[in-house]
């Protein structure tokens, strides 16, 4: 899976999937990032919430890579990010 993101919903999105793609219950991601089952429902639902370390955690566990690269590098307009 390869996913542009440019809103934060949409990382709720992406990290909801690949949790329930990796068959894992909110309940089991939780556990695995030692935190309770409601925090990682509101990390899916208001990803605006989650801090840096909490994300790589997630994305480490989910199986997902961070990719950061020069918009310009990739041929795509500039824009403003929106949040």
Do not use: C, F, Y
Not at 39 to 52: D, F, K, V
Request: net charge neutral.
């Amino acid at each position: 899976m390869k996913q542009l993101l440019t809103t934060p919903s949409q990382l709720g999105q992406v990290l909801q999937s690949a949790r329930r793609a990796a068959k894992l219950s909110q309940t089991d991601l939780a556990a695995r990032l030692d935190v309770s089952q409601s925090r990682i429902s509101h990390m899916e639902l208001n990803p605006g919430s989650i801090s840096a370390d909490q994300l790589l955690a997630l994305i480490s566990i989910l199986g997902l890579e961070l990719v950061v690269q020069d918009r310009r590098a990739a041929g795509a307009e500039a824009s403003p990010v929106e949040w």
